[in-house]
């Protein structure tokens, strides 16, 4: 059974070690090694992960499988007026198409709601495949950016969104 809770900053080395398990698996087809390493530190350090909770406003779900750690997502609420972020979405490999995703996007659309957000946006890689999960799940590609994260290295993303 598929628990989610409500994750915290004692959760960075849980969500962290899933990162490092799932990150491989996703983008090395789609992002060169260095890139890759780049972009994990950004988003995955100590003091990233800290910032995104205290001065990003991000909330994180952790994904549970018969008390295993199986996934994680973080969320804002009010990104935009009526609308909550979803900034990161991952199950780990050997769990994927078992409904995690499903159950934690349905998560954050009862949390969005309750907040008075009426849709939900996020931004996938344009050659994720989990770009399918998305669209399958009720989303719509509503267009496309490339993001600059320095280094030299873009982000080439679809703008995603759902209404609630």
Known sequence: MIEVIQGSTGDYDVIKSMAEIIWPHTY?????????????????SREAFNEQLSLKNHHYLLAKDN???????????NYRPNATKIHK???LPDIQSRGVGRVMVSKIENIARKNGNDTLTLNVNRYNPSVKFYLKEGFTKAGEEDISIGNGYLMEDYIMIKLL
């Open 67 to 77: 008390g295993k750690f199986v996934g994680f997502a973080s969320y804002e609420i």
């Open 28 to 44: 090395s087809k789609i992002l060169s090694a260095e890139q890759l390493e780049y972009m994990f530190e950004m988003m995955y």
């Open 89 to 91: 979405l991952y199950v």
